[in-house]
């Protein structure tokens, strides 16, 4: 599982490479998405699993598409905009942010262990973002990352949102499907998009080919990674990858971008996925 996170993140520095290699957000979500989709599709053929859908299925998975949509464009532009770390601790309260989304349907009361993990955990991203800066600076700090901030922070609610209505809607579909039809609603909605906007940009060079490439087979393998080993995990585990990837991204991004940060930050960063572990922890 460590593993898959890593790999997860890798597909989040590949992107950071791909964009600073004349790649744009559009081309990277429609190139990433599709591919996933048509690897998905083949596994799906290949098993022998049925494609077949009902029509209000079929309405349930284009809105939660459409809300993956929305995450992978908010996601792609805070990575294009902020160190990559930093950007996927911020999408990675999406537990606190769906804990909230479900309250606020009626759906579930939070845990007294989640009304206790949220501040901390707003605390430690406070620390990992160093909203002070360097001289106290708030508002000089927030004109630097507060963009990528916003984008991190919009990929978390959306995913939230998307991860409630598929409890709601498609728990009982298999997964596989389930990840086909939404990457292939991202695909097609993003390319349609991008043609109407005229927003698409292909690699400069060699090295950005290299990365979107790259990015999309990463993508793919950690997400068919997950198919095969998340049956035979709990909460507790799904909790431990989701939260790991920033991690993994903070010695992977300054490995490969160069993308260093101070210590207090990675405190900040530890106390982040500490306090959402936690609380997922209490599921089981």
């Not at 599709?41 to 809300?67: P, Y």
Request: charged letters at 10%; hydrophobic letters at 60%; aromatic letters at 8%.
């Amino acid at each position: 599982m460590l593993v898959i996170a890593t790999i997860f993140g890798s597909n989040h520095i590949a992107a950071r490479v791909a964009f600073e290699h004349g790649t744009n957000v559009t081309t990277a979500v429609v190139i990433r998405s599709a591919g996933t989709a048509l690897f998905v599709l083949v596994l799906l053929l290949v098993s022998g699993a049925s494609l077949k859908i009902g029509r209000q299925t079929s309405r349930h998975a284009m809105v939660v598409g459409l809300l993956l949509t929305v995450q992978s464009y908010c996601l792609y532009s805070a990575v294009a905009r902020i160190p990559v770390a930093l950007a996927l601790l911020a999408f990675n309260t999406h537990p606190l942010a769906l804990a909230l989304l479900s309250w606020a349907s009626g759906a579930e009361r939070p845990r007294p262990r989640v009304l206790v993990a949220m501040p901390v955990a707003l605390v430690g991203l406070a620390l990992a973002l160093d909203v002070w800066g360097k001289s106290g600076d708030v508002a000089g700090r927030w004109a630097e990352i507060g963009a990528g901030v916003l984008w991190a922070t919009g990929a978390s609610l959306s995913f939230a949102l998307a991860m409630l209505l598929t409890t709601r809607w498609l728990g009982g579909m298999d997964g596989r499907l389930r990840s086909f039809l939404a990457m292939s609603v991202v695909a097609v909605v993003t390319c349609a998009g991008g043609a109407v906007a005229g927003d698409f940009a292909l690699p400069a060079d060699d090295t950005g080919w290299i990365a979107l490439v790259l990015l999309t087979v990463f993508y793919g393998t950690a997400i068919t990674s997950l198919f095969v080993v998340l049956p035979r995990l709990g909460a507790v585990n799904n909790m431990a990858v989701l939260n790991f990837e920033p991690i993994a991204v903070l010695g992977v991004a300054w490995l490969i971008l160069d993308q260093a940060v101070a210590p207090l930050q990675i405190l900040g960063a530890f106390i982040v996925v500490g306090a959402i572990a936690w609380m997922g922890a209490g599921k089981q």
